[in-house]
C-alpha cells in the first residue's frame, strides 16, 4: 500500500481564491482525520469522519471551511474563500477504525500558503 | 477536551547521548502513544502504552506511564542524528457515541548534533 496520499504537496494561491485539497485513505481504513499544523497553534484537528460519514467537525474554523467525504478513497478539504491566516500544513490521517487502540497514518501533508 | 503537553519545548545533545522526552495530561486515558515527526513530513507512529502498563520497549525507545501522576516519558538510547526530529505525544479523547480520538500536544523539538 502506498500510505496516505494527499494531494497537492504545495499550493500557492491568493487571497479570496477556492482552494481544494485532496486525501485518498488507506485501503481498508474506516476513520480519516484532517489536521492544520502551524508553529503558533501546533497541530490542530479540524474534522473526523468515520465510515464517511462526518462525527466530529468542532475543529473547523468558520464557515469558510468544508469538508466531504464521498466515498471510502477520497475525501476533500475545501476554504472558499481563502485567507492568509489559512496558511499552514494540512495533514490528512486515517485509522482502521476510531478506537483508542489504533495508530493514525499520516500523509506528507499539503502545505498551503495564502498570499 | 485534554491535550497532552511535552516538555521540554526543545532538547539539543550530542550523538551517543540518551534524550528523555516528558508528556502531562490532565485526565483518565485509555492509552498513550508517541509519534515522531520529521521536517516536512507526517507524523508516524512509535509506540503505543496501555494504562495498565508501566514500561514498554521497542528498539532503542523506552516509553515509561506513570498514571498516579498523569505522566508519560520517552526515552531514546544512544541517541542517533538521524534521530532529529518533532516528537508527540496523543491522548485519547472521547466522543459522544462512542469513539475515542488522539489529541496531540505540541511537540518536543529534538536535535541531536553529529
Known amino acids: 500500500d502506498a500510505g496516505v496520499i494527499q494531494s497537492p504537496r504545495h499550493e500557492v494561491t491568493e487571497m479570496g481564491q477556492e482552494v481544494t485539497l485532496r486525501c485518498k485513505p488507506i485501503s481498508g481504513h474506516n476513520s480519516l482525520f484532517w489536521y492544520r499544523q502551524t508553529m503558533m497553534r501546533g497541530l490542530e484537528l479540524l474534522i473526523y469522519?468515520?465510515?464517511?460519514?462526518?462525527?466530529?467537525d468542532s475543529g473547523m474554523p468558520e464557515d469558510r471551511f468544508s469538508a466531504k467525504m464521498p466515498n471510502a478513497s477520497f475525501s476533500t478539504l475545501k476554504i472558499q474563500p481563502s485567507e492568509p491566516r489559512d496558511s499552514a500544513v494540512y495533514f490528512c490521517?486515517?485509522?482502521?477504525?476510531?478506537?483508542?487502540?489504533?495508530?493514525?497514518?499520516f500523509g506528507p501533508g499539503t502545505r498551503l500558503t495564502v498570499l | 477536551s485534554q491535550q497532552g503537553e511535552e516538555d521540554p519545548q526543545a532538547l539539543s545533545i550530542q550523538e551517543g547521548e540518551n534524550a528523555t522526552m516528558n508528556c502531562s495530561y490532565k485526565t483518565s486515558i485509555n492509552n498513550l502513544q508517541w509519534y515522531r515527526q520529521n521536517s516536512g513530513r507526517g507524523l508516524v507512529h512509535l509506540i503505543l502504552?496501555?494504562?495498565?502498563?508501566r514500561e514498554k520497549h521497542s528498539g532503542r525507545l523506552r516509553v515509561t506511564l506513570d498514571t498516579s501522576k498523569k505522566s508519560s516519558s520517552l526515552l531514546i538510547t544512544a541517541s542517533r542524528a538521524a534521530d532529529t526530529a518533532s516528537y508527540f505525544c496523543a491522548t485519547e479523547n472521547f466522543l459522544t457515541g462512542g469513539s475515542y480520538i488522539p489529541t496531540f500536544g505540541r511537540g518536543t523539538s529534538l536535535i541531536v548534533h553529529p
Open positions: 490521517a486515517t485509522s482502521l477504525n476510531p478506537g483508542p487502540h489504533n495508530e493514525q497514518f
Open positions: 502504552i496501555r494504562s495498565n502498563e
Open positions: 469522519f468515520n465510515n464517511n460519514v462526518p462525527i466530529d
